[in-house]
């Protein structure tokens, strides 16, 4: 599969919270449902080439997981160039010796945040970024019960997905450095009972909010 094949815009045309106008399974994007699956909705800027190396890093040490990034543009900056992201990508996974059929670029123009959230809850565990997490896009993950992972750094912009976690009573899925993140990543992504405690208690939490 080619890793920019869904594809049309990265941005959701509407933010308000509406009903989605369609659903996804993961055959819809060539999977079957017992891949591991990452999921990141970071915008394309805050994927720096250290998280490239990082995620590359992360898919050969879990081999036949794959990933799939939907970069939401939610500054309203031009677009990004998809494809030279695609390619850069792709040198950094074949340098650590990862197929780039393992990654699934989203481009999908979705009419509201609610449709962009369908695609993103096939995934089992979502990727937050260094130096630049998540905020919305890591609520709207553990809204749909995904386990969240995130290196809590020393500047604001890498606290925010860290204090979110820890306002939850997730403190487990926060680690301060790249070889935690690897060693966390991977043990969610080969203990299925592991992801499935992180989703009863997001669960308990969203029931109990």
Do not use: Q
């Not at 990265?10 to 017992?34: D, K, Q």
């Not at 487990?172 to 080969?190: G, R």
């Amino acid at each position: 599969m080619n890793p920019c094949t869904l594809a049309d815009s990265a941005s959701p045309t509407s933010v308000a919270p509406v009903a989605p106008v369609r659903t996804w399974t993961r055959a819809h994007i060539g999977l079957t449902e017992n891949t591991m699956l990452f999921v990141s909705a970071a915008n394309f800027y805050k994927i720096t080439p250290e998280m490239l190396e990082l995620w590359a890093r992360l898919l050969a040490a879990v081999p036949g997981a794959r990933l799939l990034l939907h970069p939401l543009n939610d500054n309203g900056s031009s677009p990004y160039p998809i494809k030279r992201f695609c390619a850069e990508f792709d040198h950094v996974l074949e340098a650590h010796g990862v197929a780039p059929e393992r990654l699934i670029v989203s481009s999908i123009r979705f009419p509201s945040c609610t449709d962009a959230g369908e695609l993103l809850k096939l995934g089992d565990v979502y990727l937050d970024t260094h130096s630049f997490a998540g905020v919305h896009v890591a609520a709207d993950a553990l809204e749909h019960g995904l386990p969240v992972v995130t290196c809590e750094g020393g500047t604001f912009r890498s606290l925010t997905g860290a204090a979110l976690l820890r306002s939850l009573g997730l403190d487990e899925l926060i680690v301060s450095n790249d070889e935690a993140y690897l060693a966390l990543c991977s043990e969610l992504a080969y203990e299925p009972a592991y992801r499935a405690y992180f989703r009863s208690r997001i669960t308990a939490t969203a029931v109990s909010a």
